[in-house]
C-alpha cells in the first residue's frame, strides 16, 4: 500500500512477528506486477475487478476447506458470502454501463476468459503467509492481508484512472474494500 | 485463481536483515511500522515501533515519512 505512494524503501519483514519472536514464519519475497493500465475502460476495469473478486471468493472457499475447527470454517464461509456480495455489485454497475442487456452468465463467460494468468496458487499463497489454520486471528490476519491488497490495488488503479465515471467506480469499490478491512479488525478485537 | 498479479512489489526483509537495518540507522531515519490491531500491538511488538492498524492505514499515510527505509509487519 505504502510503494504506491511515495514511498521509496519499504521493506516487509519476512514472517513478521513471529520470526521476531524466533518462531518459524519465513516466506518466499513478494514480486508482483500490476493488472491494469491507466487507459482501461470501466467496463474493462469492472470485469478484472469482478475475476479479483472471484479469486477472493474461491480463496476463501479453499481456505475452509482447510479449516480445522467450525468456527474457522464458519468465518471463511461468511468471508466467500461477502465477495459473492461483492461481485454482484460489480455486475450491477456493468449492467448499468453495457450498451445492450448482458446476463450474469454471459458476464461470466466475458470474465472467465481475461483471468488467471500467472502468478502464484492459492497453496503458494498460503505457503507465503504460513497461518495456522486452527488459530482464528491468524486466519483474520491472513484475509486482513488480501484485503489490504485488494484496497491497495483498488486504489493505485483508481489514482491512476483518467475516466472519471471510472475512478467514481473505482473509488466505491475501495471504500467497501476498506469497510471489509475495518470489520475484520474489529472482529480481530473481540477474539 | 492466480495470485500473484494482485500483489504489490515490495522486498522482504528477513530476521537478521531486519535486525541490520534497525541497527545501522539512528532510530529518528528508520520507521518501523506495525500494522496489525492494537491488541496485538500491546501484547508484542518490535521496539520503536509505530502503531497503525491496516484498516487506517490508507487514512494516516501522512503521518509517515516516506523519504525513510520503512519497515513493515
Partial sequence: ?191 | MKWMQFLTPVQSKDYNETRKMISDHSPEDITILDVRQPSEYQASHIPGAVLIPLPQLSDRMSELDPGKPTLVY
Fill in chain 1, 1 to 191: 500500500m505504502l510503494s504506491g505512494k511515495g514511498f521509496t524503501q519499504v521493506y516487509n519483514v519476512s514472517g513478521g512477528i513471529k520470526a521476531w519472536e524466533g518462531k518459524t514464519a519465513v516466506g518466499p519475497q513478494t514480486l508482483g506486477m500490476d493488472l491494469f493500465d491507466g487507459s482501461k475502460s470501466p467496463q474493462d476495469f469492472l470485469k478484472v475487478a469482478y475475476s479479483l473478486e472471484q479469486g477472493l471468493h474461491r480463496f476463501y472457499l479453499d481456505m475452509a476447506d482447510k479449516a480445522r475447527t467450525r468456527a474457522v470454517l464458519e468465518l471463511f464461509e461468511k468471508l466467500a458470502a461477502i465477495e459473492v456480495k461483492h461481485q454482484d455489485a460489480i455486475f450491477d454497475a456493468y449492467a448499468r454501463m453495457a450498451d445492450a442487456a448482458v446476463s450474469r452468465e454471459q458476464f461470466d463467460a466475458m470474465v472467465e476468459t481475461s483471468a488467471g494468468e500467472g502468478g502464484l496458487t492459492t497453496d503458494q499463497y498460503l505457503e507465503l503467509f504460513d497461518p495456522d489454520l486452527s488459530v482464528e486471528t491468524e486466519v483474520i490476519s491472513l484475509a486482513m492481508s488480501i484485503e489490504a491488497q485488494a484496497l491497495d490495488l483498488y486504489q493505485r488503479v483508481g489514482a491512476r484512472m483518467k475516466n472519471a465515471d471510472s475512478a467514481a467506480i473505482v473509488h466505491g469499490i475501495a471504500d467497501e474494500e476498506k469497510q471489509h478491512l475495518e470489520r475484520l479488525g474489529k472482529l480481530m478485537d473481540t477474539l
